[in-house]
């Protein structure tokens, strides 16, 4: 079991056919990659004021609330600065007005941009970390899906489990109460 346990927020913020995403570099990051606006919710700080403050810092925009539900990740990392059970969760937000000027606090955003869907599907795909990854690309290719709970029991080097899992038939589905959800193709 994790000797602690973190909560990260994420924003999915899709206008005109374009989703708005960050480019970032840790001080671990071997080269940039790109991601959604999001990071770790602070002590004592709600999910809706940690989501509004990490879109602000790293994009310079104002959103007006978390929006729905997306998707949700849970992992642990075993080793590291980062050890410890995390749990992600990632909002569908509502499209502010104006165009992004990072103002990141940590330094760790290089630049934030509206990047066409299958491009910033594409973008986010090169990620390494399959937590992040995953979840955010999956929703961004079925928007009208139902929230998915994405985990990975067996560590993240393995394969995620997905609920509600999306191969299923629509019937059943429906019997499990999820009426409306259509399956992927």
Not at 128 to 153: C, D, K, N, S
Request: charged residues 20%.
């Amino acid at each position: 079991m994790a000797a602690v346990s973190k909560l990260v927020v994420a924003a999915l913020i899709v206008r005109e056919g374009e989703v708005l995403i960050v480019r970032q570099q840790g001080r671990d990051d071997p080269a940039p990659y790109w991601s959604v606006p999001g990071g770790v919710v602070e002590q004592g700080e709600f999910v809706h004021e940690a989501l509004a403050r990490e879109v602000a810092e790293e994009t310079g925009l104002t959103i007006a609330g978390p929006g729905r539900l997306a998707c949700m990740a849970q992992y642990e990392v075993s080793t590291g600065r980062w050890a410890g059970l995390w749990t992600a969760l990632t909002f569908a937000v509502a499209a502010p007005h104006g165009d992004p000027k990072p103002a990141d606090p940590d330094g760790l955003v290089l630049e934030a941009a509206w990047v066409p869907i299958r491009e910033a599907a594409h973008r986010l795909s090169d990620v390494g970390f399959a937590p992040m990854r995953e979840p955010t690309v999956h929703h961004l290719l079925h928007p009208a899906a139902a929230p998915t709970f994405w985990t990975w029991p067996l560590g993240v080097g393995a394969d995620p489990l997905m609920f509600p899992d999306e191969r299923l038939d629509r019937e059943t589905c429906n019997s499990v109460g999820q009426v409306g959800l259509e399956p992927t193709t």
